[in-house]
């Protein structure tokens, strides 16, 4: 069973590595940069990320004895961690980030850990056997680049992840599934203690090298908890995810269709969105809640499939009313809105 210690311990050791970092992004001049995106101003750190890191990394050699699934999962956090870190400090292209993050789940690959089946309501399998290799390499891709857009606001993909860490880490003792609680407890706490110094009034950001490894650890944490469940599958991460994976979806919808390239940043992702309507602080707890609600909507499916579909329906056609209201992906975009209409129109003629 899980050791409070493996709790306590990872957030005290981020929580003492954080001021140190700030005070390393001083030599490195490792600073965040001003621009018209940005909602900060000052000079602040944004390789809070290395707190992080080694506060999960060093819990890990005293709370856990890998086995191959899990050493493949820490090597490849690691690349993801060390390519953020450069992009941190000397900036890199896109597509560097993107061959880094291939790698990384072809390594995860190799040490055996990937989908081999998706498991949908009411008893429909599908079997990922041929294609496994190429839906693991996507699904990690797809995360972790998910995690990276959504960290945009003080506090926000860190608290984000705690939320989705804590969930998958409640669920996986149902499962009695304890090596997927202690991976995913020592994350999030390490996590926790960075937040003490990144909620806002942040003063020190995670960076690339934060959100590209925390990305990376969720995704191939989910695989290696679900690959083989009955009752748990990746429909529950997905849920979790629910966020970051709409506004990444989004984001590819709204750049294509303005003729732009995806990698292009703008200010139309939904944690600015709603910023501009309830303020950085609001916002933050807005985001992590509706996580939380997707985490329930996961307790629902379990105790109750129906159930938990329709909290799952409700959500997302919430969700949905406030991308077509904002214009989040283009101001032409209001298929529901639009259909409500029309119906009011024919029912007044």
């Keep these: 069973m899980f050791d409070i210690k493996a709790w306590i311990i990872p957030?005290?050791?981020?929580?003492?590595?954080?001021?140190?970092?700030?005070?390393?992004?001083?030599?490195a001049q490792a600073y965040a940069k001003e621009n018209n995106r940005t909602v900060h101003h000052g000079i602040i750190s944004r390789i809070g990320g290395v707190a992080i890191y080694l506060a999960f990394m060093i819990s890990i050699t005293f709370f856990m004895k890998a086995d191959r699934a899990i050493l493949g999962i820490l090597i490849g956090g690691s690349i993801m961690f060390m390519t953020g870190l450069i992009d941190d400090l000397i900036d890199i292209r896109p597509i560097v980030k993107l061959f880094f993050e291939l790698v990384a789940a072809s390594i995860l690959v190799y040490f055996g850990v990937g989908v081999e089946a998706i498991y949908f309501p009411f008893g429909i399998v599908i079997n990922f056997t041929l294609f496994s290799v190429l839906f693991t390499?996507?699904?990690?891709?797809?995360?972790t680049n998910a995690v990276n857009l959504i960290d945009g606001l003080d506090g926000l993909a860190g608290g984000i992840s705690?939320?989705?860490?804590?969930?998958?880490?409640?669920?996986?003792?149902?499962?009695?599934r304890f090596d997927v609680m202690m991976l995913t407890f020592i994350l999030a706490?390490?996590?926790?203690?960075?937040?003490?110094?990144?909620?806002?009034?942040?003063?020190?950001?995670?960076?690339?090298?934060?959100?590209?490894?925390?990305?990376?650890?969720?995704?191939?944490?989910?695989?290696l908890g679900f690959k083989s469940s009955t009752a748990m599958t990746l429909a529950l991460p997905i849920l979790?995810?629910?966020?970051?994976?709409?506004?990444?979806?989004?984001?590819i919808l709204r750049r294509t269709l303005k003729k732009k390239r995806f990698m292009e940043a703008d200010k139309s992702h939904l944690h600015h969105l709603l910023m501009n309507q309830f303020g950085h602080r609001n916002t933050v707890v807005i985001m992590c809640g509706m996580t939380a609600l997707f985490g329930f909507s996961a307790y629902g499916y379990i105790l109750n499939e129906g159930m938990g579909i329709l909290v799952m329906l409700f959500l997302l056609f919430l969700v949905e009313l406030f991308i077509e209201k904002s214009g989040m992906i283009s101001e032409k975009y209001h298929p529901i809105i639009g259909l409500c209409r029309r119906i009011k129109r024919k029912l007044f003629q």
């Design 240 to 251: 979790l995810l629910g966020l970051p994976i709409i506004d990444t979806v989004s984001a």
């Design 11 to 27: 957030f005290l050791i981020s929580l003492a590595l954080t001021p140190l970092v700030k005070k390393y992004s001083i030599v």
């Design 162 to 176: 705690v939320v989705i860490l804590v969930v998958i880490g409640s669920i996986s003792i149902i499962e009695r």
């Design 189 to 223: 706490s390490s996590v926790l203690g960075f937040l003490v110094y990144n909620a806002h009034p942040a003063s020190i950001f995670m960076g690339d090298c934060g959100s590209l490894f925390l990305g990376f650890m969720i995704s191939s944490i989910s695989l």
């Design 137 to 143: 390499i996507c699904w990690v891709a797809g995360v």
